[in-house]
């Protein structure tokens, strides 16, 4: 049985108070503005494609002149985009956060596979709806703050899904989509990697102008929960509206649907080879490096051979006030990180991974369901993949 929820009451949020909090957000914004710091020699190797919606969720209906809705659409685009990087890339790992139309997951869980496995980028897909059948076009997201006024009832369209999950209060720590002041915290999670994020962005939709020959709703940012808990460069996909008659006939077709995966994964390829440079242009200048400083090196090392220190901890969360004697955090032993007024705190400090990764999950069954493993270099935060390749 589809549950089909009430859009216009959901999105109607308090206009006074999301003008209210603006403010805050640009503040939050500034403090947490963030870098683009996937180490690029790791290059391209894993990638998750999340076909939005899925089971009891039917995404949105469309005009109802189909029986396909979102969650169709949205499967067959991915699975199409997942084939065609598969035969170009044989040796890149795709990872589907589901390959059937009955198969729920909620959306923590998504995020989560991409986590867990590591992955280099995460690609969500959907497609949009409006109250207007003249809506048309096709657009990008990445998780971000700016022009959130604007962008904001997309998002909150999207996180409304949350209310389809049994323990969707748990699940999320109090979260809720309909509420303008739970996006602040949110927008501590800012995206570390919204620079590759807004690069891959930027390529899909040009081409979904060119290949495609849809209309561009341009790259925005705004706070959907699916990326914003991504370790990796993420963005979430509008192929269209199925609210527009047009388009929705378009989307429903073969041809369309082989478009659109075909103009997704040339974003890809494209954005690919850029990784792809970047890491050659890396090796090339770490080799020069290494030839000059040979002699000197070996000496060094035989004096004083030694390794980089690699440390793993895990980061629990990312709050506005001081949380350390707080009820919430009663019997754990963390490690508190004040930057700029928010306050950071950590557990553990271990040099191996799969410790960390079993603190992790025993944080998250205490109820910090968006815990995370960092790394630290010397003392210095950098990507865990990076670490895990120093170590070896």
């Known amino acids: 049985m589809f ?16 003008q209210r909090i603006i403010v805050v957000f640009l503040l939050i914004t500034i403090v947490v503005f963030p870098c683009q710091s996937q180490n690029a020699n790791n290059g391209i190797k894993k990638i998750v494609i ?12 469309g005009t109802g002149r189909y029986k396909e809705t979102e969650k169709h659409i949205a499967l067959d685009i991915s699975l199409l985009f997942g084939n065609y990087v598969k035969e170009a890339y044989p040796d890149i790992e795709i990872i589907y956060t589901r390959k059937t139309n009955d198969k729920f997951l909620e959306l923590h869980e998504r995020t989560q596979l991409a986590n867990d496995n590591n992955a280099d980028l995460f690609i969500s897909i959907h497609c949009d709806a409006w109250t207007s059948p003249n809506a048309y076009g096709a657009g990008v997201y990445v998780m971000g703050m700016s022009k959130l006024k604007a962008n904001m009832d997309i998002a909150m369209k999207e996180n409304a899904v949350i209310y389809l999950e049994d323990d969707y209060k748990q699940n999320y720590e109090g979260f809720d989509p309909n509420s303008p002041e739970s996006y602040i915290v949110f927008s501590l999670t800012q995206n570390t ?4 994020s807004l690069q891959i962005a930027e390529e899909v939709q040009q ?3 060119t290949r495609a020959n849809r209309k561009s709703r341009g790259v925005k940012q705004a706070p959907f929960y699916v990326i914003s808990r991504a370790n990796m460069p993420s963005i979430l996909i509008e192929t269209g509206f199925l609210t527009n008659p047009k388009e929705e006939d378009y989307l429903n077709s073969k041809q369309g649907k082989v478009y659109l ?3 997704i994964f040339r974003a890809f390829r494209s954005y690919k080879e850029s990784i792809d440079m970047a890491s050659i242009q890396v090796d090339n200048k770490e080799q020069n490096k290494e030839k000059k400083i040979e002699i000197k090196k070996e000496v060094i090392e035989k004096v004083n051979p ?3 220190s690699i440390i793993f ?3 629990i969360g990312t709050y506005l006030k001081e949380m350390k004697n707080s009820e919430r955090f009663k019997d754990i032993i963390a490690e508190e990180e004040v930057v700029n007024e928010t306050y950071k705190y950590f557990v553990g400090n271990t040099k191996s991974k799969e410790q960390a990764d079993k603190l992790r999950i025993n944080m998250v069954n205490k109820g910090f369901n968006g815990a995370f493993v960092i790394a630290l270099k010397d003392g210095i935060r950098i990507n865990v993949k990076e670490a895990l390749s120093l170590q070896k």
Do not use: E, M, T, W
């Not at 076909?51 to 995404?59: E, V």
């Open 50 to 61: 999340d076909p939005g919606h899925g089971g009891k969720d039917p995404g949105n209906l």
């Open 3 to 18: 549950i089909v929820l009430n859009l216009n009451k959901i999105y109607n949020f308090r206009l006074l108070n999301l």
């Open 207 to 209: 081409q979904f102008a």
């Open 261 to 263: 995966a075909s103009a």
């Open 313 to 315: 901890k895990v980061q």
């Open 306 to 308: 030694k390794k980089p």
């Open 193 to 196: 990697y919204l620079g590759q």
